[in-house]
């Protein structure tokens, strides 16, 4: 699970994003709290996700800080539970500059 883990983390960083028609819909953000996206399928949670990591990128956070998992790619139909910890293994495995950094996580 590692190995795809990996794959994806590097998908990720070499994708080009989409920009989405930007959400009128604001979080209150708590600080040092999970911020979660939650709606019936196809309503947008994902578009929005990708609208959140855009205005990151544009206030200068460094793509390496960021992180965007689909658990709907086919190579992830194996993880359960137990590999949540690999994400942050392969993650800071591969940016261990990150550790003591605000990383933004989008599962």
């Known amino acids: 699970m590692e190995y795809i883990i990996s794959q994806l983390v590097d998908d990720f960083q070499e994708r080009?994003?989409?920009v989405p028609v930007p959400r009128t819909?604001?979080?209150f953000e708590i600080q040092g709290k999970a911020d979660v996206a939650i709606g019936m399928r196809r309503s947008g949670k994902t578009w929005f996700c990708f609208q959140k990591i855009n205005d990151l990128l544009q206030n200068d956070i460094p793509r390496k800080q960021i992180l965007y998992l689909n658990f709907e790619d086919e190579r992830l139909l194996e993880f359960?539970?137990?590999n949540f910890q690999d994400i942050l293994?392969?993650?800071y495995?591969?940016?261990p500059e990150n550790?003591?950094?605000t990383c933004y996580f989008f599962l």
């Open 80 to 82: 359960n539970i137990n």
């Open 89 to 91: 293994d392969v993650y």
């Open 16 to 18: 080009t994003l989409p």
């Open 25 to 27: 819909n604001h979080f």
């Open 99 to 101: 550790k003591d950094t």
């Open 93 to 95: 495995g591969k940016f």
